[in-house]
């Protein structure tokens, strides 16, 4: 099973409005961390934002913000006002376990959504 | 503005041909990732270190590939003899101790590699 699934291939939005790009994930650890990244067509994947299972509320970061949805499992990611930079793949990942002392942990990425801003 | 440093961006070579990919960690980074990227399986990761040392390298056909970090500024994923399936886009990632709890890693951009 996947662990991580991300529906929409594409995306299609208008400049300055919001757009959900969906993800949702499969685990059976209770502690788990859950990622956004943005790969644009330069190729470096960079780091969105963050939400922790632990987390009460929603993760945000500037136009970015995490709606998690633990029951559901679900962790879309909203793009407030988009903009013309903001035409990139994004990618959903997590890591499963708790954050380790003695380092990282493996992460799993999603297959990614590619996100077109229209002017 | 800190960043992951990887060469070649780009790498074409024939059926046969080692194949050497080259990582600069972020400065002060004791962490290091190597991933793949290919259409078909996403981004899968192959190795990574930690303040030098191999932790994990399950992901990496152990035949063909090697990953090694000769100091802490190189880090280096070497296939010998490459194949046409090789191809794909090789990342690096670096991380620190203060990103560690969350798990967040730096990309570099990449190497596109294309075996034929």
């Known amino acids: 099973a996947q662990k991580i699934t991300q529906t929409q291939p594409g995306m299609f939005v208008q400049e300055k409005e919001a757009v959900t790009l969906d993800c949702t994930y499969d685990?059976?650890?209770?502690?788990?961390?859950l990622f956004w990244y943005k790969q644009p067509s330069s190729g470096e994947m960079i780091f969105l934002i963050y939400q922790g299972s632990y987390d009460q509320q929603n993760a945000t970061e500037g136009r970015y913000s995490l709606n998690f949805q633990k029951a559901r499992k679900s962790a879309n990611l909203v793009i407030s006002a988009s903009q013309l930079g903001d035409s990139a793949m994004y990618f959903c990942a997590m890591r499963e376990g708790l954050p380790s002392s003695g380092g990282y942990q493996k992460v799993t990425f999603g297959t990614g959504t590619k996100l077109q801003v229209i002017p | 503005d800190a960043r992951v440093t990887q060469t070649p961006r780009h790498k074409v070579t024939e059926m046969g041909q080692e194949v050497t990919m080259r990582c600069q960690p972020i400065?002060?980074?004791?962490?290091v990732f190597w991933y793949r990227q290919t259409m078909m399986q996403g981004l899968e990761l192959l190795a990574y270190f930690r303040n030098r040392a191999p932790l994990d390298d399950s992901g990496m056909p152990k035949d063909r590939f090697s990953a090694e970090m000769p100091d802490a500024t190189l880090a280096t994923l070497k296939i010998q003899p490459s194949e046409p399936r090789d191809s794909a886009v090789y990342f690096c990632?670096?991380?620190?101790?203060?990103?560690?709890?969350?798990?967040?890693?730096?990309f570099g951009a990449g190497t596109r590699l294309s075996v034929l």
């Open positions: 685990t059976s650890d209770p502690s788990y961390g």
């Open positions: 400065l002060g980074h004791n962490t």
């Open positions: 990632a670096s991380g620190t101790h203060r990103d560690q709890a969350k798990n967040i890693q730096y």
